[in-house]
């Protein structure tokens, strides 16, 4: 018995819903963003750079002139844009149906720093949806059937990438790996994704909260892995954005998605295919890992989520 391949075609009108994405001017956040506005959300785009924002619509504009879109400017890598796009948000908006953290920065040709010098990949793909997610909760809180949909990366299994929270060097003062350091950010995700699932759950608040990998998808992140990565690796099995980008609009809109879930391609090792339910690292499911990377996040952040 077979079963039918999950795509755009299964999500169901999302007329009326408000739909925030980060990094929505390129790749996967612009194909969801195309994707969901044309399922009728109204879709806040964000991106750090306006210019390459207002390109985005412009070309989701040509082919859907009805789209309801609005970007607005979020730099995740500094914690005063979050604060300030979180000022901007409440003055504008009171309904929040589904938050898709996906902005995300990977293997950077040097180390690189946020505003606040955390390492960028864990700074900017961690700490700053960390600190968003809390800044927007009280307006998820209040909007009926909410949910917030986490984009991780397989890599966070990867052998190569040495799995862990390094705790004693969250930022690779010690010495610095582009691989280790990305792998760290996105096991990052989904403990994060987990604990806030655990604990959404225990305070009785009715949030789901799905996480997604993209497989191996051909975007611009793969801009610093070198030649021939790029060029050759890149070529022969990346799958398409469109594919790629599968995974997150199902965890962001299947009505059957269970909270704690987590969706990516199954074939080639998780690398391509549709979307289904997939077991992310028995890392990612460490409680005790997840709380201590939590207290962590608050600390750093200093945020202390309203579960209330």
Not at 63 to 66: L, S, V
Not at 142 to 159: D, E, F, L, M, V
């Given at each position: 018995m ?23 001017n ?36 040509k082919?859907?002139?009805?789209a ?73 809180k ?18 190569m ?11 690779f ?21 987990y ?7 225990s ?28 060029s ?9 954005v ?65 579960f209330?």
């Open positions: 077979t079963t039918k391949s999950w795509t755009a075609d299964d999500i169901p009108s999302q007329q009326g819903k408000t739909i925030l994405i980060t990094g929505a390129s790749g996967l956040g612009l194909e969801a963003s195309k994707v969901l506005s044309s399922k009728g959300a109204h879709v806040i785009m964000t991106a750090r750079n306006l210019k390459s924002g207002n390109e985005a619509i412009s070309l989701i504009k082919k859907n002139a009805n309801k879109l609005d970007l607005m400017h979020l730099d995740l890598s500094d914690f005063a844009s979050i604060h300030q796009f979180s000022q901007e948000f409440h003055n504008k908006y009171r309904q929040l149906d589904v938050l898709i953290n996906n902005a995300g920065v990977m293997f950077p040709a040097k180390r690189e720093l946020t505003k606040q010098n955390f390492e960028i990949q864990f700074g900017m793909n961690h700490l700053g949806h960390f600190l968003l997610t809390g800044l927007l909760l009280d307006v998820l209040s909007t009926p059937n909410s949910r917030i949909a986490i984009q991780s990366s397989g890599q966070h299994k990867a052998k990438g040495k799995p862990d929270i390094y705790f004693d060097d969250l930022n003062d010690k010495g610095y790996n582009k691989y280790v350091a990305y792998t760290q950010s996105k096991l990052a995700n989904l403990l994060f994704a604990e806030l699932d655990r604990q959404l759950k305070n009785n608040i009715d949030i789901t909260v799905v996480s997604a990998h993209p497989g191996y998808t051909k975007t611009n992140l793969v801009r610093h892995s070198g030649f021939f990565v790029q050759i690796i890149t070529n022969i099995l990346a799958q398409s469109e594919m790629g980008t599968l995974p997150i609009l199902r965890a962001a809109t299947d009505i059957n998605a269970v909270s704690g879930e987590y969706f990516g391609p199954t074939k080639m090792n998780e690398m391509r295919g549709y979307p289904e339910v997939v077991r992310s690292s028995d890392k990612s499911y460490d409680k005790d890992l997840a709380g201590k990377l939590w207290k962590v996040s608050e600390k750093l952040t200093q945020i202390i989520y309203n209330t």
